[in-house]
């Protein structure tokens, strides 16, 4: 699974040739692909008698956190020829509203993807446990790397500078959380206080530059 800026036709086709299969988000950095997609769902032309074969919904209702929350993940495969994007199977449209119950504010989001996955292979209820699965990994790697690392902040952008930091800041959030840590703003802090704690962490002694 890929967020938006990962979502390009060369690792499409990594990815299939390996043997692999992607579902992959889709915003307005693919622009034709992304606004196909929004017509696709807000004016789908099957006929009533097509809609079983071409469209699946699957919805989901969670309440927890002071919040109620409905997904409602559709698919659809009509798109697939026209959008020659590698072995593309289905769009989806994923929905998100949620309800803060103690003030009744209403929030909602409105995402879509591609898939090569099949229909007969990953149906919508399947397809919403993968995207969602991709968030639980956004919210743990992600935020923690924009927030708490400072990527957000970063003002590094030339040539392959962004994917060497990023690789770099992945790679230090395992070593602590492979060193028990699970509050990465403590462990941040921890390191940050005495460089004999950050040289242990990568395997060096002080003594040992």
Known sequence: ??????????????????????????????????????????DPHWLPHEQAVEYARHRTLEKGHGRLETRT???????RAWLRWPDAEQVCRRTCRRVIVATGEIQEEVTYAVTSLPPEVAGAAVLERLWRG?????????????????????????????QALAALRNALL?????AGWTQMADAVRH??????HALALIGLAPGGL
């Open 174 to 178: 395992n070593l602590m959380r492979a």
């Open 134 to 162: 991709h968030w639980a990994i956004e919210n743990k790697v992600h935020y923690v790397r924009d927030v708490t690392l400072g990527e957000d902040a970063g003002q590094a952008y030339r040539g392959s500078t962004p």
């Open 73 to 79: 993940l559709e698919t659809c495969t009509t798109l």
């Open 191 to 196: 390191y940050g206080a005495a460089v004999t």
């Open 1 to 42: 699974t890929t967020d938006a800026l990962l979502t390009q036709r060369a690792l499409a086709r990594q990815i299939r040739a390996q043997g692999g299969h992607y579902l992959m988000v889709v915003k307005a950095n693919q622009p034709e692909m992304h606004q196909a997609m929004v017509t696709q769902f807000a």
